[in-house]
């Protein structure tokens, strides 16, 4: 269900622009903040999300090793680097999506950062409580 959550998370919109010059309104999902590198201003904010990109894949590739009955230290330690990365990088898309719904009346959230958000604390649960850990496994 966490790696469900995640994929979605990538692909599913964050939030929608209506306030451009045309008809449309523009949906904007996790790729749309990569754009950011062209800008010197926005290249720490594209950083930041090309990080929680990789922290999202990482944390889709990683967490099935925790479904064996024997986990190394390495590997362990691997999927705690990867699941704490995307915590961070969840309450940091967090809070730049609320300021900029709350900035701008003419942005509506989308359900990409409640997924993410299920996704990331899913994927906690997993991996630092054992107890849940055999629940997921079945």
Known sequence: MAEVALVLSLFIPYYT???????????VNL????TGFSDPDNAIIALAF?????????????LPILTGERVSTKAGNTV????????LGTAGAWLLIAMTILGENER??????????????LAAM?????AYRSIWAR
């Open 17 to 27: 622009d209506a306030n451009l010059r045309s008809d449309d309104p523009e949906s």
């Open 31 to 34: 790729f749309f903040f990569l």
């Open 50 to 62: 090309l990080l929680l990109i990789l922290a999202i894949v990482g944390s889709i590739c990683t």
């Open 80 to 87: 705690v680097t990867f699941v704490t990365l995307l915590l």
């Open 108 to 121: 509506s959230m989308e359900p990409a950062a409640p997924l993410l958000a299920v996704g990331a604390l």
């Open 126 to 130: 997993i991996t630092f409580l054992p």
